[in-house]
T-cell receptor
Framework: AQSVTQLGSHVSVSEGALVLLRCNYS??????LFWYVQYPNQGLQLLLK??????LVKGINGFEAEFKKSETSFHLTKPSAHMSDAAEYFC????????????????FGQGTILTVHP | KAGVTQTPRYLIKTRGQQVTLSCSPI?????VSWYQQTPGQGLQFLFE???????NKGNFPGRFSGRQFSNSRSEMNVSTLELGDSALYLC???????????????FGQGTRLTVV
């Protein structure tokens, strides 16, 4: 079974400051990891995904994440926060079942609300 | 290319009633998954359909059901509504989740269900 823990339900940064959103996962099989962003009254938009290729993954809007197997982490970072980054961010994991497929099930963390101050 | 379309966007129902939500996936996508989002429980997987077959199911009571049509459009149904069923229901479509996971899930804007 897979699980995801996002450390910090709320993160507040100043515009231009570094954004760091933390995600730790638990998986009994090699994981596939995702970060999604959700704006108010909207669905989820994929920021980036890790599927066992490069451990440093670059996504949209200047975000990137590094897969660290030894730490079971997949933290999301952005060097300089923008006001438009204010949203809720979700880390998710999907792994292969014993039969070799994951059948479309994502397990999400509880989310981190990012606030950006001027 | 059109995104994932969920209808209706908002719905108000009374306890005990039943409701059907609709999801039209991106053209060419054959996998449709459903999620329930609530402030208390977060995002929880309901079920996934591929080629009209339910392949995976989350831990929800039998009041929650779904189906997929030959054109990949999907519906989910909740019978005997309870107050706790109030949530944002999200649908996600994908090309195919099996094997190499080279695909990704594209989410609709959701249907906001309020049970009174």
């Amino acid at each position: 079974a897979q699980s995801v823990t996002q450390l910090g339900s709320h993160v507040s940064v100043s515009e231009g400051a570094l954004v760091l959103l933390r995600c730790n996962y638990s998986s009994s099989v090699p994981p596939y990891l995702f970060w999604y962003v959700q704006y108010p009254n909207q669905g989820l938009q994929l920021l980036l995904k890790y599927t066992s290729a490069a451990t440093l993954v670059k996504g949209i809007n200047g975000f990137e994440a590094e897969f660290k197997k030894s730490e079971t982490s997949f933290h999301l970072t952005k060097p300089s926060a923008h006001m438009s980054d204010a949203a809720e961010y979700f880390c998710a994991v999907s792994g292969l079942n014993a039969g070799g497929t994951s059948y479309g099930k994502l397990t999400f963390g509880q989310g981190t609300i990012l606030t950006v101050h001027p | 290319k059109a995104g994932v379309t969920q209808t209706p966007r908002y719905l108000i129902k009374t306890r005990g009633q039943q409701v059907t939500l609709s999801c039209s996936p991106i053209s060419g996508h054959r996998s449709v998954s459903w999620y329930q989002q609530t402030p208390g429980q977060g995002l929880q997987f309901l079920f996934e359909y591929f080629s009209e077959t339910q392949r995976n199911k989350g831990n929800f009571p039998g009041r929650f059901s779904g189906r997929q049509f030959s054109n990949s459009r999907s519906e989910m149904n909740v019978s005997t509504l309870e107050l706790g069923d109030s949530a944002l229901y999200l649908c996600a479509s994908s090309l195919e989740w099996a094997a190499l996971m080279n695909t990704e899930a594209f989410f609709g804007q959701g249907t906001r269900l309020t049970v009174v």
